[in-house]
Each structure stands twice: as structure tokens, then as C-alpha cells.
């Protein structure tokens, strides 16, 4: 059977950089072709190039056998090739259909679109894909799961023959990518190629058929997922063995309490939460998006304010906003970075100290020597991948940008941290650095209490799991007694057996 997608001798390079260094890649029909490698690995430079986003300095790509050149990403999707990206393209005002036909819409003759008839067909997509979604309600209304499958059906709108999803499962909970994984099944049968691009590797297990590893922008592996091993994939994308992970180290039952919550609320999702952080602890909180586990991380942090209950460290009362709760010791790495954790139009060096500036300046102004020292130490400290404590911080990958909010609390001496989804859309490598930084927290005695959506994290390197439904507690998991299936059943409701519930 002939290739759908055929990429060879592709090669890129921006100022100071070689993107992409002769690589191969192709997509058979009906096949999930997994892309995966760490930030910087030329993953998505290769996607631009075929997205007509980037033009390449060299190589050839044929699409159905005949020469492909997309001059932007209009011309590509026109060719067949739809990308979906961890940002979601679509109108938020506007009905799933009119997303779903936007820039081709059906007309009737007077030239006004055909609203009936393109609903008709909309429905038609979204019901081939087994999505059972009205076609005329605004995408607004929609959850993320559901927008997703929008954005797929935007791709067989326009008869894509190839479909690359960037990150697809970053924002899902388990039952969300357990229907992803039967679309795409779906999709594979019909004929469609599907590059899809991953951190998560137990994933490129459950849906590819082939694995391509891209490290230092040149191909440094690939195999069909059926004859490989997840530590080749390891040892390929990273250029190393990983250290084995260890289980969270053991926190003894008189080690004093440093984070509380007696039932805190917001009067609208948090409805009266209770738990307790120990010395060295790592307290896992686990529960379904909109269950009120992130609101309630930011209730504890004090950026969202509590209709009712409190919160102490150290055995004394939190109040005020989030730099009275630094001050008092409390430090928190929120689920999105960009937005919440750093301020990107600034440098790393003044993103590293932005809660300690203070220890830096004399008579109102920066001591430039000790302060780019001490940022110096941390990145050498953290393994942070930066050419100094000048370069922005935008230009680091997920992974160091991640590192670079955790030295932060690192140099302000932070007594409990409060991590959400510390791990997303980071690669193997550093999600591994992260969790070693975990753990030496835990060897000086910080309490931290972890968010996280995937649940064999939550598992790995919780002593204790919490379980958030509906704004309260619906268990509580000893790490000897916790399961993924217990866990799953908490934040569904269902019932659980064994102790610790």
C-alpha cells in the first residue's frame, strides 16, 4: 500500500539554530503515526512545514503521490491536511455548525448561507464521529472535550485525508480520552492518517500503530509501536537513561501539620473542604475538571476569596490576598504558566525572584551583581536549559519555564506549595526533573499538596490522595490502599471497597 504522507530530507534552520536536520517521516492510510520527542526536539517546526506555517530549507513531501507545497494553511487544509493544535481554533459566539462550515459555508442561489442545510450536515459529521452534540448550540457552551470534537469535525468538513492532533488529551479526564481514542479509531478505519504528537507515552501505546522520535531536530528513531519498548522511547528522546523513579519518600505520623483547610467554600463551587498537609508530605488531590479542585487551590493561595471556613499554615490563620499568603510562607505553581505563573514579556532572572526582589535591592534599587549571581546558582541548581539569566522567559520550553516558577518558591524558602498539574505539556525528561524536585522539597520538610489530572502521577508520587467531587471530599486514599480504579470511582460517585474510603 502506498503512503498517504511522505516527508524525506526535510531540513529547517532559524537565526542560530537548526531546527530540523534531514528528517524522514511518512503516514500510511489508516494508520496513527505517533511524533513525540522532547521540547526543542523539532516536532512542531516539522507540523508548521506541513501546515504551510514555515517553508523548508530542503527535502521533498508527496501527499496521495503527488508533489505537496502549501504556501499557508488555508492552501493546506484545502489540500487535506488539518491540524489541530492544544489551543483550539474556534469562534466561541458562534454555533458548532457555523465552526464546523466556517469559510465554506453552504449557500442557497441568493448568496445567503443555507442554515437549514448546513445544520443538516453538521449533524450529519458529529454523528458519524458517535457525538452527540446539537449543532445549532454556540461552542461557548460546549466543555473541552466537546470543542475538541468540533474541531475534528471541521477536519472531515473539508475531506482531510490527514489529521495531526497536537497534545490532544492535555485538558481531558480519563473518560474524555477513552472517547477520543474510539474517534479516532473510527477515523483510522475510514482511511485517515493521523500524526499524533504526545508527552503522554502510555498513550502513543494505546493508539499508534508507529512511533518516530525527533531529538536535537534530527530523526533518532522509529518503530512500530507493537515491537518497542517505552524505555527505548525513553532513551531515544532524552539521550539517557532515566534515574528509576522512587515512591514519595515516608512521612512519619507525628510530623506537624503545616497546610490546613477547615471547611473553606467560595459560595459557589468549594463547598466545605477540609484536609491537612504534614511536614515532608505530598497530599495528591484528584477529582473530574469542574469538580472545584482548582478553586479551591486558589481559595487556600488567596487569589480567589472564601465565603466561609479558613485556612492556616503553620498553625496559624491565613487572610489577606496572595502577597500576604508569600509572605506567610505559601507558594503556589498554578495550571497555566503563561497566564497565571509568569509574567513572559519579562526575563528569566526577574521571573525567578518576582516574590524576593526585595532581598536583592538597596536604597530602591537592584543589586545587579548578587541578584544575577544568585539566579546564576538556581539555574545551575535546578538544571534549568537557559543561556543565562538574561534570555526571556517565553523562549524557554513548557518544561524550563515550569522550573523556572518553582525556583522561585525554592528561593523564597516557601514552608507548602500548592501544585497544579505541575507535569502538563512537559517532556519525559523534564516531567523526570520535576518529580526528583518534588522530592527533595519533601528531604526539607515542605508540605505540598498536588493537583493533577492524570491519575498514575497522582499515584506515583502521592503519600496520601484526596478526592474532590462536586466541591467536597468524597474520600480520602492512604497511598498503601490507593488504586486507579478506587480513585476513578470516588470522582464519579460510585462506590468504593477496601479501606481509606
Wanted: proline share 4%; net charge neutral; glycine share 10%.
Amino acid at each position: 500500500m502506498p503512503a498517504l504522507l511522505t516527508m524525506e530530507g526535510i531540513s529547517k534552520a532559524f537565526p542560530g539554530v537548526q531546527a530540523l536536520s534531514r528528517v524522514d517521516f511518512e503516514v500510511m492510510p489508516g494508520e496513527a503515526h505517533a511524533l513525540i520527542g522532547e521540547n526543542g526536539a523539532g516536532k512542531s517546526t516539522l507540523i508548521k512545514i506541513l501546515a504551510g506555517v514555515h517553508r523548508r530549507d530542503a527535502g521533498t513531501i508527496r501527499f496521495e503521490g503527488e508533489d505537496y507545497r502549501a504556501a499557508n494553511p488555508h492552501e493546506a487544509l484545502a489540500m487535506g491536511v488539518a491540524v489541530i493544535y492544544q489551543e483550539l481554533n474556534l469562534v466561541q459566539k458562534l454555533t458548532v455548525a457555523q465552526n464546523i462550515f466556517l469559510g465554506h459555508e453552504p449557500l442557497r442561489r441568493a448568496g445567503f448561507v443555507a442554515t437549514r442545510e448546513m445544520n443538516a450536515r453538521a449533524g450529519e459529521i458529529l454523528k458519524e464521529l458517535g457525538i452527540s452534540i446539537d449543532p445549532r448550540t454556540p461552542v461557548e457552551q460546549l466543555g473541552v472535550a466537546q470543542k475538541q470534537m468540533v474541531e475534528i469535525a471541521k477536519a472531515l468538513s473539508r475531506a482531510s485525508r490527514i489529521l495531526v492532533m497536537d497534545e490532544p488529551t492535555a485538558p481531558l479526564t480519563q473518560s474524555e480520552i477513552e472517547v477520543l481514542f474510539r474517534v479516532i479509531a473510527g477515523l483510522k478505519e475510514q482511511g485517515l492518517g493521523i500524526i499524533y504528537i504526545s508527552h503522554r507515552l502510555d498513550e502513543v501505546f494505546q493508539i499508534a500503530d508507529r512511533v518516530t522520535v525527533l531529538r536535537d531536530g534530527e530523526r533518532v528513531h522509529s518503530s512500530e509501536v507493537s515491537e518497542t519498548r517505552i524505555d527505548e522511547l525513553v532513551l531515544a528522546m532524552v539521550g539517557r537513561r532515566l534515574a528509576e523513579e522512587e515512591p514519595p519518600l515516608e512521612v512519619p505520623e507525628d510530623a506537624p501539620v503545616v497546610l490546613e483547610a477547615e471547611a473553606l467554600s467560595d459560595g459557589r463551587v468549594v463547598r466545605d473542604i477540609s484536609l491537612e498537609v504534614r511536614a515532608g508530605e505530598v497530599v495528591g488531590l484528584a477529582g473530574l475538571i469542574g469538580s472545584g479542585r482548582s478553586e479551591f487551590a486558589h481559595l487556600l493561595f488567596g487569589s480567589e476569596a472564601a465565603a466561609g471556613g479558613e485556612a492556616r499554615l503553620f498553625g496559624k490563620t491565613l487572610s489577606g490576598g496572595v502577597p500576604q499568603r508569600i509572605e506567610a510562607g505559601l507558594g503556589m505553581v498554578p495550571e497555566d504558566r503563561k497566564l497565571q505563573g509568569l509574567v513572559m514579556q519579562l526575563l528569566v532572572k526577574e521571573n525567578t525572584t518576582l516574590a524576593t526582589l526585595d532581598k536583592y535591592t538597596s536604597g530602591g534599587f537592584v543589586r545587579r551583581i548578587a541578584h544575577e549571581s544568585r539566579v546564576r546558582e538556581i539555574i545551575a541548581e535546578l538544571r534549568i536549559a537557559t543561556r543565562g539569566p538574561r534570555q526571556a522567559v517565553k523562549a524557554l520550553s513548557g518544561g524550563n519555564q515550569q522550573k523556572v516558577i518553582l525556583s522561585r518558591w525554592m528561593d523564597t524558602g516557601a514552608g507548602a506549595l500548592i501544585f497544579d498539574e505541575p507535569t502538563r505539556g512537559v517532556d519525559v525528561g523534564a516531567k523526570a526533573e520535576i518529580y526528583a524536585l518534588i522530592r527533595e522539597l519533601q528531604k526539607r520538610g515542605v508540605a505540598i499538596l498536588m493537583i493533577s489530572s492524570d491519575l498514575p502521577e497522582v499515584l506515583r508520587i502521592s503519600n496520601r490522595i484526596i478526592v474532590i467531587r462536586n466541591g467536597r471530599v468524597a474520600g480520602v486514599l492512604s497511598r498503601a490502599d490507593a488504586t486507579q480504579e478506587k480513585v476513578l470511582r470516588l470522582m464519579m460517585g460510585a462506590a468504593v471497597s477496601g479501606n481509606g474510603a
